[in-house]
Nanobody, 121 residues
Framework: VQLQASGGGLVQAGGSLRLSCAVRARTFNNNGVGWFRQAPGKEREFVAG??????DANYADSVKGRFFISRDNAKVYLQMNSLKPEDTAIYYC?????????????????WGQGTLVTVSS
């Protein structure tokens, strides 16, 4: 399984970005996919996840109402609105062991290389 995250960049506070995660796998549609982020000096944290059916999503409290996750047959997207400086981090997508996208990093088997999001104040 290969995951490729893209779409990061520099944006002003209040702006929007859309991240994409391309997943190359024979069983992509059977697995939950999550987005995580890691800021300098901090631990990796869960941002959003979507289950294999694409109908159920869950979000970290810090991004609820601002970030939205979706998927199609080949990619998972993270629409990020009303960005804040504290959203600055490297964002990673990951494929879960199971069909449900857990908030625990331990539930994910494959990880992409990350894409940097920088939000200026």
């Amino acid at each position: 399984v290969q995951l490729q995250a893209s779409g990061g960049g520099l944006v002003q506070a209040g702006g929007s970005l859309r991240l994409s995660c391309a997943v190359r796998a024979r069983t992509f549609n059977n697995n939950g996919v999550g987005w995580f982020r890691q800021a300098p000096g901090k631990e990796r944290e869960f941002v959003a996840g979507i289950n294999w059916r694409g109908g159920d999503a869950n979000y970290a409290d810090s991004v609820k109402g601002r970030f939205f996750i979706s998927r199609d047959n080949a990619k998972v997207y993270l629409q990020m609105n009303s960005l804040k400086p504290e959203d600055t981090a490297i964002y990673y997508c990951a494929s879960a062991y199971r069909s449900v996208a857990s908030q625990s990093p331990d539930a994910y088997r494959y990880w992409g290389q990350g894409t940097l999001v920088t939000v200026s104040s």
